[in-house]
């Protein structure tokens, strides 16, 4: 099965219908962070969920930390999933699936050791999802996503050779790599921000580039 197609910074409605007409079958719309491309106000996220079909996810992309701050970050801007960037520090999955049960939950690991495979097998029994990015939390300033560097494959392989729902693989993916990074991890789904932009902006060259690499037989 081919891997599912996230585009990540979606900036406005335009990009967003670029991206579904190439064929992405989710969003990353991202609010307020500490570093990293692609934030947008909350306003301009919910304009955006309102106009993707039922079928596309829109993940609304978090730094809250704790589970009142996440689910009130989800009423101003409504969207299907929310993709929590930094570690449940207050409150439960399990409060935030009782407060907001159609939504779906997806947890961001940041692969940088063993460490954490362990914390995504952990997290794996409580969310929908796990993504596997390339930040780290443990900076001054947070990396929270959005570094456009690769991160140990191997790592990923273990994590999703351990856990029972799927991975979506993200960091420093492009038309380039992105053959090699199937092989490797086989994830179920492929997110990418950087990789597909030119100056900040989508790019049909490069978008185009990319799903064919990742529909080749």
Known sequence: MKPRIKICCISSIDEARTAIEFGASALGLVGKMPSGPGVIDDELIFEIAQTVPPSIGTFLLTSETTANNIINHHKLTQTNTIQIVDTLEDGTYNHLKQAMPTIKLVQVIHVIDEKSVDEAIKISEQVDAILLDSGNPNR????????????????????????????????????????????EVQPFGLDLCSGVRTNGKLDKKKLELFFKEVLKN
């Open 140 to 183: 001054r300033v947070k990396e929270l996503g959005g570094t456009g560097r690769v991160h140990n494959w191997k790592l990923s392989r273990k994590i999703r050779d351990s856990i029972k729902i799927p991975i979506f693989l993200a960091g420093g993916l492009k038309p380039e790599n992105v053959r090699q990074a199937i092989i």
